[in-house]
């Protein structure tokens, strides 16, 4: 497809059904005119399909935050993995696993993802201890709420969000949050103390699951 954009025209656009799973407002946007088409005999146009996730887009963009895993390990060696749920429509949330060494450290982490490019505009930062499994939405929910202190545990900012945030208080600017869902040390202000989390050890859940059918469970 060749054209050209006059940077001095701009056309209303919209209402579009795009990946946020609502129709955009109609909007102003530069426009381009296209000179001329050109195709193979038999063409096939390859486009993805965009709405309420999951859709296409949903799939390449998980496939694009493993990609940028170890860049943004790079910019914040802090953080061991990262997901972008799809409740999230990516750019709305993101969950964080750190390696916790000091106090504070989860709200040092949010404010490193809010000055890190495109991660700017995330809206929520869910930030938890390594043995969490980001990739499990269920378990990142049930550190939130059993971690969590809301005044003491929640950072909140002004800044720049995506222009397609309807919800946000201006157009491209708004309130983002983040939640340390990390356990707490005395070192962290008021702090009581912390129990230790319930669970298996790895060759009693193995031996568990090996044993099911033993039990009389199918």
């Known amino acids: 497809?060749?054209?050209?954009?006059?940077?001095?025209?701009?056309?209303?656009?919209?209402?579009?059904?795009?990946?946020?799973?609502?129709?955009?407002?109609?909007?102003?946007?530069?426009?381009?005119?296209?000179?001329?088409?050109?195709?193979?005999?038999?063409?096939?146009?390859t486009t993805t399909i965009v709405g309420k996730p999951p859709m296409e887009d949903?799939?390449?963009?998980?496939?694009?935050?493993?990609?940028?895993?170890?860049l943004l390990k790079m910019l914040i060696?802090?953080?061991?993995?990262?997901?972008?749920?799809?409740?999230?429509?990516?750019?709305?949330?993101?969950?964080?696993?750190?390696?916790?060494?000091y106090p504070q450290q989860a709200r040092r982490v949010m404010h490193a993802i809010w000055g890190a490019g495109q991660m700017a505009f995330t809206k929520f930062i869910i930030v938890v201890d390594e043995h969490v499994d980001v990739h499990n939405?269920?378990?990142?929910?049930?550190?939130?709420?059993?971690?969590t202190d809301p005044q003491r545990d929640v950072e909140i900012v002004t800044g720049p969000v995506d222009i397609l945030d309807h919800a946000s208080i201006e157009y491209g600017w708004g309130g983002k949050v983040g939640f340390d869902a990390t356990a707490k040390t005395p070192a962290e202000g008021k702090v009581r103390a912390w129990p230790k989390e319930l669970d298996f050890d790895t060759a009693t859940r193995e031996l568990i699951t090996r044993r099911w059918r033993d039990y009389g469970i199918d």
């Open 77 to 101: 060696p802090d953080i061991v993995d990262y997901s972008l749920p799809i409740s999230g429509v990516f750019h709305n949330c993101a969950f964080v696993k750190i390696r916790k060494e």
């Open 1 to 45: 497809i060749e054209g050209f954009v006059d940077p001095n025209q701009k056309l209303m656009e919209g209402p579009f059904g795009d990946h946020t799973g609502f129709y955009s407002l109609a909007d102003w946007y530069p426009a381009f005119h296209v000179t001329a088409i050109t195709t193979r005999r038999d063409p096939i146009y």
């Open 137 to 147: 939405e269920q378990d990142v929910l049930f550190h939130l709420f059993a971690n």
């Open 58 to 70: 949903y799939f390449l963009g998980k496939a694009t935050e493993r990609i940028f895993l170890p």
